[in-house]
C-alpha cells in the first residue's frame, strides 16, 4: 500500500471526520482521480506528441492518450480529429504514488519554490495546479526534452466545498503558499 493512501485511512479519514463535523464516513472528502494533461500546438511536428507520450508515461506509470479536436477553429489552423494534447487518469494506488512523488520529489525542485498556489480551486472541491517545465519530475532526463513542455496537473475530490477540499489535501502534505 502507497504510503500516501497509508496516511489517508489511518490518519487523515478520521481527523476529517472529527474536524468538520460528519457523522457518516461516506461524507468524509477523499481524492477520486488525478488528471496529467499538456496541450501541444496543433501545429506541432508530430513526434513532439509521440515525446510528451513518453515523458507523461514516465510521470504517471501508465500509458497516456492523445486528445483530438472536437471543433473545428479557423482561427488556429484547427481542424476536427486533429491531435491537440496528451492526457492521463490517475486512479487507486497509482493516483496515491503519484501525489507522494509529486509532493515529496518534484515541487521540492522547483525553483523558488515557496508553496503552491491556493487560488487553484475552481468552487465545487477540485484543485488544478500547472507546472511550465516537466523537467521538475525525477523521471524526466531534462538532456532528451527535444520540445518545451508543461502539465496541468487536476487532482478531483469527493468534497463539498474549496474548504473542505483544502483541509483534505492539506492534511494529505500539499504545499499551499500564502
Do not use: C, W
Request: net charge positive; proline share 4%; charged share 25%.
Amino acid at each position: 500500500m502507497p504510503d500516501m493512501m497509508k496516511k489517508y485511512k489511518d490518519e487523515v479519514r478520521g481527523a476529517l471526520q472529527s474536524k468538520l463535523g460528519y457523522k457518516n464516513v461516506m461524507q468524509i472528502p477523499k481524492l477520486t482521480k488525478i488528471v496529467i494533461s499538456t496541450g501541444l500546438k496543433s501545429t506541432a511536428e508530430r513526434d513532439a506528441f509521440g515525446e510528451a507520450k513518453k515523458h507523461l508515461a514516465a510521470i504517471a506509470g501508465q500509458a497516456p492518450v492523445i486528445t483530438k479536436a472536437h471543433k473545428n477553429v479557423a482561427n488556429f489552423k484547427l481542424r476536427v480529429g486533429m491531435p491537440v494534447g496528451v492526457m492521463v487518469t490517475l486512479r487507486g494506488r497509482r493516483m496515491y504514488e503519484f501525489l507522494d512523488r509529486f509532493v515529496h520529489n518534484a515541487l521540492p525542485r522547483v525553483r523558488d519554490f515557496r508553496g503552491i498556489s491556493s487560488k487553484g480551486f475552481d468552487g465545487v472541491g477540485n484543485y488544478n495546479v500547472g507546472l511550465s517545465d516537466v523537467s521538475v519530475f525525477t523521471e524526466v532526463d531534462a538532456d532528451k526534452l527535444k520540445y518545451p513542455l508543461g502539465v496541468n496537473i487536476a487532482m478531483v475530490t469527493t468534497a463539498q466545498t474549496d474548504a473542505e477540499a483544502r483541509e483534505l489535501l492539506t492534511m494529505l502534505e500539499v504545499p499551499f503558499g500564502e
